[in-house]
């Protein structure tokens, strides 16, 4: 059982890696000073402060990997959560990858009834809109790398309170 072990301590270094780098951007954005309204810095709040979460609680992850919380993971997952879906309607624009993304989107023009879809590879995005204009399209994506993780980290939170899958490693 310690492929159980060995899974929690890659995922949690990669969700750290990944909001470490964040922070990295966070510090360039702040640099280059481009916030351009009070959305847009209420938006980098909410951003930073996910990123905030994300290192701390996968640091938590890290150093207690003997007396693991079933709430480590649905912090996790709630993350996971917020980067599923990606959004495009009637002037709503929201898109947030945290690391990497592989996106799969289906994307409707009303006026003329054409439908696309494809997929897409992607890293550290981070794009919320709203704007009160009527739009001739509808996207809506998936971020499947999101979305494994966040049935990893609900089955995680699920099953490391009764230690099972743990206890034998050690």
């Not at 309204?37 to 207690?64: E, K, P």
């Amino acid at each position: 059982m310690k492929n159980y072990r060995l899974l929690i301590k890659a995922t949690a270094v990669y969700q750290l890696c990944m909001g470490l780098i964040s922070l990295f951007y966070i510090l360039v954005a702040v640099i280059q000073n481009s916030f351009d309204n009070y959305l847009v810095i209420v938006g980098f709040l909410a951003f930073c402060s996910i990123v905030v979460v994300t290192v701390i609680n996968n640091i938590q992850i890290l150093v207690h990997l003997d007396r693991l919380k079933p709430l480590y993971f649905s912090v996790n997952a709630i993350i996971c959560l917020i980067q599923v879906l990606h959004i495009f309607t009637n002037g709503f624009y929201f898109k947030y990858v945290q690391g990497l993304g592989f996106i799969g989107y289906i994307a409707v023009v009303h006026s003329s009834k054409e439908v696309s879809y494809g997929t897409f590879l992607t890293n550290l995005i981070w794009e919320f809109t709203i704007k009160f204009d009527k739009s001739d399209g509808t996207l809506i994506g998936v971020n499947f790398i999101a979305f494994i993780l966040l049935v990893y980290y609900y089955w995680l939170s699920k099953n490391v309170s009764n230690n099972k899958y743990l206890e034998s490693d050690q």
